[in-house]
Each structure stands twice: as C-alpha cells, then as structure tokens.
C-alpha cells in the first residue's frame, strides 16, 4: 500500500509538473512588443506595407481622438516604429482597412466612422513621408462599423462592403471606374439589425465571393450568396439567430476539410464559438462553443499559431481586459486548449493576425482603447531576422516567406539559386490544383524576387512551390480579400 501511495503521488507530480511546462510553453510562444502606449480610445489595428519598402507597418484608428495614424517599421539592430497621422478629423472612427482601392500599385485607406456616419478612403499619394487625400464615399450611412475592400463581382475593380449599426444594413459600394471613381451604393440586407462586421469569402465554393455578417441587435449571423449574375442577386442564410451580441465574424477552414467554416464572437454572452460547413445545398451548420466565458468578447481571428498544421483560434475580450488564444488539438471534434496572451489589457478591442517579422509564423497585433496601447505579440514558433535580404549558404537552394501574408491582391517571393539551374515555381490550391506557374528557365546564381498577382482569386489559402534538380520545397501563403 505504502509503494501504491508513493506511485500515485509521483504520478501526480509529474502531471502537475507536464500540465505546468505546457502552459509555460505556450504562454512563452510570444513575445510583446509596444507600439504606442498613446494613441486614446484605439479601436482598430492592422498591418499593411504601405510605404512599399517591403516591410510591413501598422494602420490604427483611435476613436477618442478621432485620429487614423499609421507606424512606419523599421528595422536596424531592432525593430522601430515611427507614427505618421493620417486624418485628425475622423469623427468617431472605429474600423480601418488598406487595399488599392485607385489600382495604382499602392495602399489606400478605408475608414468607418461610427458617430461621423461616414464611409471613406484615404488616397495614398506617395511622397516622403506618404501624402494622403481624402474621398468621402458616402456620408449618409448611419453608424458605419466595419468596412473592407474586396471583390464582389467579376469584374477586376476593387468594391467596398459595409456594415451599418445604425440603418441596419450591409452594403456593397460597387465600384464601376472613373477618375474620381464613382461607387454605387446596393444594400445587400436592410433588416439586419445592429449590424456589426461582414467579410467577403466564397462559402459555397462556385467561384463568386459570398458575404457573411454578424448582427448585434437580433443575435444573428448569416450568409448572403452571390449569384454571379449582372446583376448579382443575393440569397440569404441565416446560420444562427441565437448568438446573443454577435460582434465579430471571421472565416477559416478551421477543421481541414476544405470547406469554409464560420467563427464568431459575441459580446452578451461572452462567447467564441464555431459553425462548422457541413456542405450540402443549402449549407448545413454545426455549432461548436470553444468558450462561453470570455468577458464582452468582441473581435477573434485564426491561424495556425503553432505551426502543427491545424487552425488555432486567437481574439481579444472587453470586459475581461485580455487577449487570448485557444490551441486547436487537431481531432474530431475539435478540442480547443485555453492560453492567455495578454492580461490587464483594459477594454481590449481589435486583433489582426499577420506574419509581421517575415519568419514564417503567425504573429499577432492587437490594441486595448482604455489602456491606449497597441501591441505586436511576436510568436516565436520560428526566429529569423525581419526581412532577410538574402540568403548566405552558397551550396543550398533556398524559398523565403512571402510578403506580405496573408495579401490582397499581389505578394512577392524570394528565392536563392546557388549555380545555373532549372528552377520552377508553381502556386496551386488546397486541393492540388495548379493555379499558376510564375517560374519555368534556367537561372543563374543569386537572389530572386518574383511578383503574384492573386487579383482574379478568391480568399484562401494557397501554396507556392519551388522545384530545382533534386530540390523541392512547399511553403503556404493566405489571400485574405
């Protein structure tokens, strides 16, 4: 009996001391980084390169000040980041997105202003530092929440969609050319109360991109598919009337089956949770609760943060003042592991998930309004230097990250060929179909930089392919449109 007393208790010992290693573990697999512990009333955050100088920066809005800034990075013995305003007179900003909005090969700036009822753009002139105008696309939306740029139809113009708080609408802005460009305003949904986030993303997987939304005020979140007629006409879905202060909505295949699936945060209920795409005509949703106790949930996203080939979880919590991340076990169901990034982070707002440093993994910018911070989480799943320049190893072919990722619409890839060889880069699907080749001819030694232009793509993942001699390696890059 005394030897059975003294097994059990070194079992459970070395169950404590595993469990308490493994938490440590994944509390460690990030590093925070200060941005700006400033910037009042910070709202939204997101990472673009913007100067063009092929490192990524940082875009915020600041509600309190009505401030859009954006930092520029720099890198020297360390990372640096030196903030350049954009707008000080954005009325109650609350979101703000980049895309080349003019198609002239630079980054534009969207902005929803929640009391301003406005939605706009931020033309990106050039200049040293960027010079920026101002073009009000409609300011007569009232309490405008979230705003993208995207492809909605078929054609090769960037659109802008909308969530409006306060008509209760998501809109498309259709933008058919012009110098100015003139937008044409088509409201996908008038009844969709409370109105809080829409994203673009092809649900059904028939080559049109469909809409997804999340409304506040009646608990819903639902789908709206496009035809890919002209005119587009819209069938909408409602995947759940039943999510008490749905805030937040994100899209990602989250249990490797191809097929994509719908993630959510809600507010009231303090959830994150889950509808798995079960296929089918109409789609069927299966609903999985991954917390139910994360205090005023408002944003989430997904990556695979620790590089284990699943989808992971990360988002951010306004009453509980954190930022957290569940750890996806890769089993049917899936089972999600709890991690705490950041705690005493008050009214924590925005997360974006983006390969900041270039390394490989997901990093993670998020930003708290009451705290006024904005933070950079550096996962440190892979380490390398932020934006190598090239590759040392003369012996040794060589495919970098792309960057940006996730993009929209164009990326580039870097490679090194150490002596003349036949080398080919190939981009296919997830489902292994070639999509494109972007290298076929022998190359010299030396570095090289290549161009993809995703523009005619929908949003997803993607895998880019280098073959030379006996030397062949894969990497993944995400359109997020």
């Given at each position: 009996m005394k030897l059975n007393r003294i097994s059990l208790t070194l079992l459970i010992t070395i169950f404590f001391l595993?469990?308490?290693?493994?938490?440590?573990?994944?509390?460690?697999?990030?590093?925070?980084?200060?941005?700006?512990?400033?910037?009042?009333?910070?709202?939204?955050v997101c990472s673009y390169d913007l100067d063009g100088d092929g490192i990524l920066d940082v875009l915020a809005a600041a509600n309190d000040v009505n401030q859009i800034a954006w930092w520029k990075t720099a890198k020297d013995t360390a990372i640096t980041f030196t903030k350049y305003v954009i707008e000080?007179?954005?009325?109650?900003?609350?979101?703000v997105d980049a895309a080349d909005i003019d198609a002239d090969n630079d980054l534009d700036i969207l902005g929803a202003s929640w009391q301003g009822d406005e939605v706009a753009i931020w033309l990106n002139n050039g200049g040293n530092p960027l010079s920026w105008e101002k073009v009000v696309v409609d300011d007569t939306v009232d309490r405008v929440h979230e705003v993208h740029g995207t492809f909605v139809d078929a054609d090769t113009l960037i659109d802008i969609i909308a969530a409006s708080g306060g008509d209760h609408q998501i809109i498309w802005y259709r933008n058919t050319g012009g110098e100015p460009i003139v937008w044409e305003k088509n409201i996908i949904?008038?009844?969709?109360?409370?109105?809080?986030?829409?994203?673009?993303?092809?649900?059904?997987?028939?080559?049109?991109?469909?809409?997804?939304?999340?409304?506040?005020?009646?608990?819903?979140?639902?789908?709206?598919?496009?035809?890919?007629?002209?005119?587009?006409?819209?069938?909408?879905?409602?995947v759940s009337n039943n999510f008490s202060g749905a805030h937040w909505i994100h899209v990602s295949d989250l249990d490797k089956?191809?097929?994509?699936?719908?993630?959510?945060?809600?507010?009231?209920?303090?959830?994150?949770?889950?509808?798995?795409?079960?296929?089918?005509?109409?789609?069927?949703?299966?609903?999985?609760?991954?917390?139910?106790?994360?205090?005023?949930?408002?944003?989430?996203?997904?990556?695979?943060?620790?590089?284990?080939?699943?989808?992971?979880?990360?988002?951010?919590?306004?009453?509980?003042?954190?930022?957290?991340?569940?750890?996806?076990?890769?089993?049917?169901?899936?089972?999600?592991?709890?991690?705490?990034?950041?705690?005493?982070?008050?009214?924590?707002?925005?997360?974006?998930?983006?390969?900041f440093d270039y390394d490989g993994d997901t990093d993670i910018l998020t930003a708290a309004a009451t705290a006024r911070k904005i933070t950079l989480l550096?996962?440190?799943?892979?380490?390398?230097?932020?934006?190598?320049?090239?590759?040392?190893?003369?012996?040794?072919?060589?495919?970098?990250?792309?960057?940006?990722?996730?993009?929209?619409?164009?990326?580039?890839?870097?490679?090194?060929?150490?002596?003349?060889?036949?080398v080919t880069i190939k981009v296919?699907?997830?489902?292994?179909?070639?999509?494109?080749?972007?290298?076929?001819?022998?190359?010299?030694?030396?570095?090289?930089?290549?161009?993809?232009?995703?523009?005619?793509?929908?949003?997803?993942?993607?895998?880019?392919?280098?073959?030379?001699?006996?030397?062949?390696?894969?990497?993944?890059?995400?359109?997020?449109?």
């Open positions: 595993v469990i308490n290693c493994y938490h440590l573990k994944a509390q460690e697999l990030f590093i925070e980084h200060t941005i700006d512990k400033n910037f009042n009333g910070v709202c939204s000080t007179n954005a009325t109650g900003i609350i979101y949904d008038n009844q969709f109360t409370g109105a809080r986030s829409v994203v673009c993303f092809d649900m059904d997987k028939d080559g049109h991109n469909d809409l997804v939304g999340a409304a506040l005020n009646t608990n819903q979140v639902s789908v709206w598919f496009n035809s890919g007629t002209s005119p587009v006409e819209w069938t909408k879905q409602i089956d191809n097929d994509p699936d719908i993630l959510g945060a809600a507010y009231s209920v303090n959830q994150v949770a889950w509808w798995r795409n079960d296929g089918g005509t109409p789609i069927q949703w299966t609903k999985q609760i991954i917390t139910s106790s994360f205090g005023g949930a408002l944003s989430v996203s997904a990556a695979d943060l620790d590089l284990d080939n699943d989808m992971d979880v990360f988002g951010a919590a306004t009453i509980a003042n954190k930022v957290s991340w569940w750890e996806n076990d890769g089993n049917i169901p899936v089972q999600w592991m709890p991690h705490e990034l950041v705690i005493n982070y008050y009214e924590a707002w925005p997360v974006f998930g983006i390969d550096e996962n440190t799943t892979i380490t390398t230097n932020l934006g190598d320049e090239s590759y040392d190893n003369p012996s040794d072919f060589y495919l970098f990250q792309n960057y940006p990722n996730p993009f929209n619409p164009s990326t580039k890839i870097k490679y090194f060929v150490p002596h003349l060889s036949k296919f699907d997830v489902l292994g179909n070639e999509i494109a080749t972007l290298v076929n001819e022998e190359k010299s030694s030396g570095n090289y930089e290549i161009n993809f232009d995703a523009i005619n793509l929908p949003s997803g993942i993607y895998f880019y392919q280098l073959k030379a001699k006996n030397f062949v390696e894969t990497k993944k890059m995400i359109l997020m449109k």
